[in-house]
Protein backbone atom coordinates (compact mmCIF):
# COMPACT_ATOMS: atom_id res chain seq x y z
CA UNK A 1 0.00 0.00 0.00
CA UNK A 2 1.41 3.24 -1.14
CA UNK A 3 0.45 6.21 0.89
CA UNK A 4 -0.77 9.34 -0.62
CA UNK A 5 -0.36 12.66 1.05
CA UNK A 6 -2.50 16.05 1.18
CA UNK A 7 -1.15 19.08 0.22
CA UNK A 8 -1.37 19.55 3.87
CA UNK A 9 0.19 17.24 4.83
CA UNK A 10 2.85 17.13 2.35
CA UNK A 11 3.54 21.02 4.11
CA UNK A 12 4.03 18.98 6.88
CA UNK A 13 6.74 17.10 5.16
CA UNK A 14 8.71 20.54 3.63
CA UNK A 15 8.57 21.54 7.61
CA UNK A 16 10.62 18.29 8.35
CA UNK A 17 12.77 18.72 4.88
CA UNK A 18 13.89 22.16 5.78
CA UNK A 19 14.90 20.56 9.28
CA UNK A 20 17.23 18.14 7.32
CA UNK A 21 18.28 20.87 4.88
CA UNK A 22 19.35 22.80 7.84
CA UNK A 23 21.34 19.45 9.34
CA UNK A 24 23.15 19.47 6.02
CA UNK A 25 24.22 22.95 6.24
CA UNK A 26 25.75 22.59 9.67
CA UNK A 27 27.39 19.23 9.76
CA UNK A 28 28.96 20.13 5.78
CA UNK A 29 30.52 22.70 7.61
CA UNK A 30 31.59 21.26 10.38
CA UNK A 31 33.35 18.17 8.11
CA UNK A 32 36.86 19.19 8.50
CA UNK A 33 40.04 17.77 8.98
CA UNK A 34 40.29 16.20 12.69
CA UNK A 35 36.57 16.35 13.65
CA UNK A 36 35.41 13.43 14.69
CA UNK A 37 31.73 11.29 13.35
CA UNK A 38 30.24 12.02 16.64
CA UNK A 39 31.43 15.52 16.55
CA UNK A 40 29.30 15.81 13.44
CA UNK A 41 26.05 13.71 15.17
CA UNK A 42 26.16 15.96 17.73
CA UNK A 43 25.42 18.87 15.94
CA UNK A 44 22.88 17.14 14.14
CA UNK A 45 21.42 16.84 17.59
CA UNK A 46 21.45 20.83 18.23
CA UNK A 47 19.78 21.26 14.80
CA UNK A 48 17.08 19.05 15.35
CA UNK A 49 16.44 20.16 19.11
CA UNK A 50 16.40 24.27 18.34
CA UNK A 51 14.05 23.55 15.11
CA UNK A 52 11.90 21.41 17.90
CA UNK A 53 11.55 18.17 15.62
CA UNK A 54 12.78 14.85 16.57
CA UNK A 55 15.10 12.61 14.48
CA UNK A 56 13.89 9.68 13.34
CA UNK A 57 17.10 7.41 13.08
CA UNK A 58 18.26 7.76 16.49
CA UNK A 59 16.58 4.26 17.45
CA UNK A 60 15.27 3.07 14.71
CA UNK A 61 16.29 -0.58 14.70
CA UNK A 62 18.18 -0.08 17.47
CA UNK A 63 20.36 2.64 15.47
CA UNK A 64 23.00 4.79 18.45
CA UNK A 65 22.80 8.13 16.82
CA UNK A 66 21.26 11.12 15.07
CA UNK A 67 23.21 10.84 11.79
CA UNK A 68 24.41 7.96 9.33
CA UNK A 69 28.12 9.33 8.96
CA UNK A 70 29.94 6.97 5.94
CA UNK A 71 33.64 7.59 5.13
CA UNK A 72 35.73 6.52 2.35
CA UNK A 73 34.56 2.73 1.24
CA UNK A 74 31.36 2.86 3.76
CA UNK A 75 28.13 3.11 1.68
CA UNK A 76 25.77 3.85 3.84
CA UNK A 77 25.10 3.41 7.74
CA UNK A 78 28.36 4.18 9.42
CA UNK A 79 27.76 4.96 12.96
CA UNK A 80 28.95 8.10 14.69
CA UNK A 81 31.64 7.51 16.95
CA UNK A 82 35.05 9.75 18.63
CA UNK A 83 37.52 7.56 17.27
CA UNK A 84 36.39 7.52 13.22
CA UNK A 85 38.67 11.18 12.78
CA UNK A 86 38.31 13.18 9.46
CA UNK A 87 41.82 13.54 7.76
CA UNK A 88 42.64 15.75 4.87
CA UNK A 89 41.33 13.73 1.61
CA UNK A 90 38.43 11.64 3.02
CA UNK A 91 35.04 11.88 1.28
CA UNK A 92 32.21 11.40 3.89
CA UNK A 93 28.27 10.91 2.90
CA UNK A 94 25.75 11.69 5.80
CA UNK A 95 22.48 11.16 5.73
CA UNK A 96 20.55 12.81 7.62
CA UNK A 97 16.39 12.71 8.91
CA UNK A 98 14.09 14.61 11.04
CA UNK A 99 10.38 14.69 12.57
CA UNK A 100 7.89 17.52 12.43
CA UNK A 101 4.53 16.78 14.46
CA UNK A 102 5.04 13.20 12.62
CA UNK A 103 5.63 13.33 9.45
CA UNK A 104 9.08 12.50 8.07
CA UNK A 105 12.09 14.00 6.32
CA UNK A 106 15.39 12.10 4.63
CA UNK A 107 18.14 12.99 2.68
CA UNK A 108 22.09 12.50 2.29
CA UNK A 109 25.25 13.92 0.51
CA UNK A 110 28.53 13.48 0.23
CA UNK A 111 31.22 15.93 1.28
CA UNK A 112 35.03 16.55 0.78
CA UNK A 113 37.00 16.84 3.39
CA UNK A 114 40.03 19.16 3.36
CA UNK A 115 41.89 19.42 -0.23
CA UNK A 116 43.42 17.38 -2.70
CA UNK A 117 40.40 14.71 -3.39
CA UNK A 118 41.88 12.39 -6.49
CA UNK A 119 39.83 13.72 -9.56
CA UNK A 120 38.02 10.29 -9.92
CA UNK A 121 36.46 11.30 -5.89
CA UNK A 122 35.10 14.52 -7.33
CA UNK A 123 33.87 13.36 -10.51
CA UNK A 124 32.17 10.27 -8.82
CA UNK A 125 30.14 12.24 -6.37
CA UNK A 126 29.51 14.78 -8.85
CA UNK A 127 27.93 11.69 -11.00
CA UNK A 128 26.01 10.07 -8.16
CA UNK A 129 24.49 13.49 -7.37
CA UNK A 130 23.20 14.34 -10.69
CA UNK A 131 22.21 10.48 -11.56
CA UNK A 132 19.67 11.16 -8.47
CA UNK A 133 18.52 14.85 -10.39
CA UNK A 134 18.10 12.60 -13.44
CA UNK A 135 16.11 10.32 -11.44
CA UNK A 136 13.99 13.18 -9.44
CA UNK A 137 13.08 14.99 -13.07
CA UNK A 138 11.80 11.64 -14.00
CA UNK A 139 9.29 11.62 -11.41
CA UNK A 140 5.81 12.82 -13.41
CA UNK A 141 2.56 12.34 -12.86
CA UNK A 142 1.29 9.19 -15.10
CA UNK A 143 5.19 7.58 -15.30
CA UNK A 144 5.89 4.43 -13.96
CA UNK A 145 8.66 3.65 -11.00
CA UNK A 146 10.87 2.05 -12.78
CA UNK A 147 11.33 5.54 -15.28
CA UNK A 148 12.85 6.91 -12.09
CA UNK A 149 15.44 3.97 -11.79
CA UNK A 150 15.88 3.92 -15.94
CA UNK A 151 16.49 7.36 -15.69
CA UNK A 152 19.35 7.30 -12.46
CA UNK A 153 21.07 3.98 -14.27
CA UNK A 154 21.01 5.59 -17.86
CA UNK A 155 23.09 8.82 -16.51
CA UNK A 156 25.07 6.82 -14.63
CA UNK A 157 25.74 4.50 -17.64
CA UNK A 158 26.52 7.09 -20.07
CA UNK A 159 29.51 9.02 -17.98
CA UNK A 160 32.77 8.23 -18.73
CA UNK A 161 34.02 5.50 -17.03
CA UNK A 162 36.25 6.15 -13.67
CA UNK A 163 40.07 5.34 -13.81
CA UNK A 164 39.27 2.23 -11.66
CA UNK A 165 37.12 0.92 -15.11
CA UNK A 166 33.49 1.32 -13.65
CA UNK A 167 30.99 2.75 -11.73
CA UNK A 168 29.16 0.16 -9.14
CA UNK A 169 25.85 0.93 -8.49
CA UNK A 170 25.11 -0.46 -5.21
CA UNK A 171 22.69 -3.50 -5.27
CA UNK A 172 21.55 -4.04 -1.88
CA UNK A 173 19.89 -0.83 -1.18
CA UNK A 174 17.89 1.79 -2.98
CA UNK A 175 15.05 4.78 -2.30
CA UNK A 176 11.89 4.28 -0.71
CA UNK A 177 8.51 5.77 -0.07
CA UNK A 178 8.37 8.39 3.02
CA UNK A 179 5.85 9.69 5.11
CA UNK A 180 4.45 9.06 7.96
CA UNK A 181 7.46 6.31 8.59
CA UNK A 182 10.62 7.09 7.55
CA UNK A 183 11.18 4.05 5.30
CA UNK A 184 7.94 2.97 3.62
CA UNK A 185 6.59 0.99 -0.11
CA UNK A 186 7.29 1.37 -2.90
CA UNK A 187 10.60 0.18 -2.78
CA UNK A 188 13.15 2.48 -5.53
CA UNK A 189 16.37 0.16 -7.53
CA UNK A 190 18.71 2.74 -8.95
CA UNK A 191 18.98 0.14 -11.81
CA UNK A 192 16.24 -1.55 -13.70
CA UNK A 193 15.40 -5.20 -12.98
CA UNK A 194 12.84 -6.21 -15.63
CA UNK A 195 11.38 -9.14 -13.68
CA UNK A 196 10.07 -6.75 -11.17
CA UNK A 197 8.25 -4.94 -13.83
CA UNK A 198 7.39 -1.42 -14.33
CA UNK A 199 6.18 -0.76 -10.58
CA UNK A 200 3.53 2.11 -9.28
CA UNK A 201 2.27 4.57 -11.17
CA UNK A 202 3.18 7.69 -10.05
CA UNK A 203 0.34 10.05 -9.08
CA UNK A 204 0.06 13.30 -6.85
CA UNK A 205 0.81 13.11 -3.34
CA UNK A 206 3.05 9.80 -4.12
CA UNK A 207 6.32 11.21 -1.92
CA UNK A 208 9.63 9.38 -2.47
CA UNK A 209 12.71 9.56 -0.91
CA UNK A 210 15.30 9.37 -4.11
CA UNK A 211 19.13 7.63 -3.13
CA UNK A 212 21.74 6.66 -5.60
CA UNK A 213 24.54 5.32 -4.23
CA UNK A 214 27.73 4.03 -6.43
CA UNK A 215 31.33 2.92 -5.68
CA UNK A 216 34.10 3.50 -7.65
CA UNK A 217 34.27 -0.28 -8.24
CA UNK A 218 32.26 -3.26 -7.21
CA UNK A 219 28.49 -2.78 -6.88
CA UNK A 220 28.56 -5.49 -4.27
CA UNK A 221 28.46 -4.74 -0.31
CA UNK A 222 29.07 -6.35 3.17
CA UNK A 223 27.95 -5.47 6.32
CA UNK A 224 30.25 -5.33 9.27
CA UNK A 225 29.95 -6.73 12.87
CA UNK A 226 28.14 -3.90 13.89
CA UNK A 227 25.02 -4.68 12.11
CA UNK A 228 25.28 -1.94 10.34
CA UNK A 229 28.01 -0.36 8.97
CA UNK A 230 27.92 -1.45 5.50
CA UNK A 231 31.19 -1.41 2.89
CA UNK A 232 31.84 -2.18 -0.85
CA UNK A 233 33.37 -5.70 -0.61
CA UNK A 234 36.48 -4.63 -2.64
CA UNK A 235 36.92 -1.42 -0.45
CA UNK A 236 37.01 1.09 -3.10
CA UNK A 237 34.97 4.26 -2.09
CA UNK A 238 31.93 5.42 -2.85
CA UNK A 239 29.30 8.33 -2.99
CA UNK A 240 25.57 8.40 -1.95
CA UNK A 241 22.86 11.55 -2.04
CA UNK A 242 19.47 11.91 -1.89
CA UNK A 243 16.26 13.97 -1.02
CA UNK A 244 13.00 13.28 -0.61
CA UNK A 245 10.11 14.33 -3.18
CA UNK A 246 6.57 15.48 -2.86
CA UNK A 247 4.79 14.65 -6.69
CA UNK A 248 1.96 17.16 -6.65
CA UNK A 249 -0.82 18.48 -9.37
CA UNK A 250 1.69 21.33 -10.00
CA UNK A 251 5.01 19.12 -10.17
CA UNK A 252 6.93 18.04 -8.22
CA UNK A 253 8.51 19.56 -4.84
CA UNK A 254 11.75 18.88 -3.34
CA UNK A 255 11.32 18.65 0.31
CA UNK A 256 14.50 18.42 1.67
CA UNK A 257 16.34 21.23 -0.53
CA UNK A 258 16.13 24.81 0.18
CA UNK A 259 14.86 25.68 -3.19
CA UNK A 260 12.62 22.88 -3.48
CA UNK A 261 14.81 21.94 -6.76
CA UNK A 262 14.19 24.85 -8.67
CA UNK A 263 17.84 25.61 -9.93
CA UNK A 264 18.65 21.70 -10.82
CA UNK A 265 15.47 20.76 -12.27
CA UNK A 266 15.54 24.15 -14.56
CA UNK A 267 18.29 21.95 -16.36
CA UNK A 268 15.41 19.85 -17.07
CA UNK A 269 13.18 22.33 -18.07
CA UNK A 270 10.68 21.69 -14.82
CA UNK A 271 9.17 23.71 -13.13
CA UNK A 272 8.67 22.91 -9.36
CA UNK A 273 5.53 23.31 -7.18
CA UNK A 274 5.43 26.48 -5.12
CA UNK A 275 6.59 25.85 -1.43
CA UNK A 276 3.82 24.74 0.29
CA UNK A 277 5.45 27.38 3.23
CA UNK A 278 5.68 30.67 1.20
Known sequence: MVQIKTPEQIAKMREAGLVVAAIHAATREAAVPGATTLDL????RKVIADHGAKSNF???????ATICTSVNEVVVHGIPDDKTVLKDGDIISIDAGAIVDGWHGDAAYTAFVGTGHAP??????RVTEESMWAGIAAMKVNNRLVDISKAIESYIRRQPRPATGKYGIIEDYGGHGIGTEMHMDPHLLNYV?????KGIKLVPGVCLAIEPMVSLGTAQTEVLQDDWTVITTDGTWSSHWEHSIALTEQGPLVLTAPDCGKEK??????????????
Not at 120 to 125: D, G
Request: charged letters at 20%; a negative charge.
Open 120 to 125: ELVELS
Open 58 to 64: LGYGGFP
Open 193 to 197: ARKRG
Open 265 to 278: LAQYGIEVAPDPLG
Open 41 to 44: DQVA
